[in-house]
């Protein structure tokens, strides 16, 4: 039914999802057999269990002590639409499209043309999409919770997730304003905050911190102080490195610091967004006097889900590119594409829609600091 012509088309759309330098928020979310469903809302039950040693009793014949059922919470979380759409008119197929020559010297293969329109648009809505899940993702390491907005930043979806705020405290002295000269254990440097709240952490989530993602004002007054320029090893995992090196989507190793019970992995990232409709104004991804304060990646239960989209197909012309029913991008991301036709404006209509939610399960074991 097609040209040879729409095989190049087809690898094109399969290849847009990927972007580079971003994303590495959302990598700590991660995806399961379980993750991809077709429900309309997301059971989470949270066990609340502490450190508990056991206790003895006076010899065998008295029997055994009795525990009791654990105590959970159930909470039902909706999930986010997201319904995105490129118009491809017939009477647009004329106009020159980006790579094209200006001259047209043989025979247009109309429907590879209007197929490389459709993929496109797909490609920039795909694109889109996960830089909303990477904002998600940024808005529960630095808040605890998720903020969505429609078009004319409407607020359309909150989800508040309980999170204790113990986990989110602001610095009693901002870190631009400490000592450069003092010593971790002085209460004036940036370790002493960072051990405060990985104490917390380690209270409430039964872990320990080892990983440190920084704005980038916050690290420049971190790496102000004369005990962390000096403590500050480059050779990350005794690779050697002198310089920051581009570890996963755009992260930043930074290097490490022991200090106490801890090892800390510092992280920058410097990735950012534009708001829907606003293409001139950027914002950075973690905000540059935010600290987050993560886990071993081993230790977190951070999903990514996704949410079900009914599906009723009419117009099956454009299924071997975009598939015939809800596409998984890698096993990471899950969308659903469609093509379809509105007779009244002889135009093509592609569309994206998705329900992704990044769910922090592992409420407990994350933090962030405001340092300014």
Avoid at 5 to 27: A, C, R, Y
Avoid at 55 to 66: H, I, K, N, Q, R
Avoid at 150 to 170: I, M, N, Q, Y
Wanted: charged share 25%; hydrophobic share 40%; aromatic share 10%.
């Amino acid at each position: 039914m097609f040209p040879n012509i729409l095989t190049k088309v087809i690898e094109l759309f399969n290849s847009q999802p990927d972007i580079t330098k971003m994303g590495f928020l959302s990598s700590f979310f991660v995806t399961s057999p379980e993750s991809f469903t077709d429900a309309e809302y997301c059971d989470l039950d949270e066990v609340y269990e502490g450190e508990e040693v056991a206790p003895t009793v006076t010899d065998l014949s008295t029997g055994a002590v009795v525990l009791f059922d654990e105590k959970f919470v159930n909470k039902q979380i909706p999930f986010p639409v997201y319904a995105l759409r490129k118009p491809a008119q017939i009477a647009k197929l004329m106009d020159r499209q980006p790579g094209e020559n200006a001259q047209v010297t043989t025979r247009v293969n109309w429907l590879a043309r209007l197929a490389r329109i459709l993929v496109n648009g797909m490609g920039r809505m795909t694109r889109m999409l996960r830089r909303s899940m990477e904002l998600q993702a940024a808005q529960v390491l630095q808040t605890g919770d998720i903020t969505l907005t429609d078009e004319k930043g409407k607020e359309t979806f909150r989800l508040g997730l309980a999170r204790k705020a113990s986990h989110f405290p602001t610095v009693t002295i901002p870190w631009s304003d400490l000592n450069t000269g003092s010593i971790p254990g002085s209460g004036g440097t940036p370790l002493d905050d960072l051990d405060a709240l990985a104490d917390v952490i380690r209270n409430d989530g039964l872990v320990d911190v080892t990983t440190v993602i920084m704005g980038d004002q916050a690290w420049k007054d971190f790496i102000r102080n004369d005990w962390v320029r000096e403590n500050l090893k480059k050779d990350v995992l005794n690779m050697g490195a002198l310089n920051p090196q581009i570890v996963n989507l755009g992260g930043k190793r930074q290097g490490y610091i022991d200090y106490g019970a801890y090892r800390y992995l510092f992280y920058t990232y410097n990735a950012r967004y534009n708001p829907f409709g606003d293409k001139e104004t950027k914002y950075k991804f973690i905000d540059p006097n935010k600290v987050i304060l993560l886990p071993d990646v081993s230790d977190l239960d951070f999903r990514r889900v996704f949410g079900g989209i009914p599906t009723v197909r009419t117009n099956t012309t454009f299924d071997q590119i975009f598939g015939t029913d809800k596409t998984q991008i890698g096993g990471e991301y899950d969308i659903r594409p469609r093509v379809f036709w509105s007779e009244d404006e002889e135009t093509f209509i592609g569309e994206i829609k998705s329900r992704p939610l990044m769910l922090p399960v592992s409420i407990n074991r994350f933090g962030c600091l405001t340092v300014a």
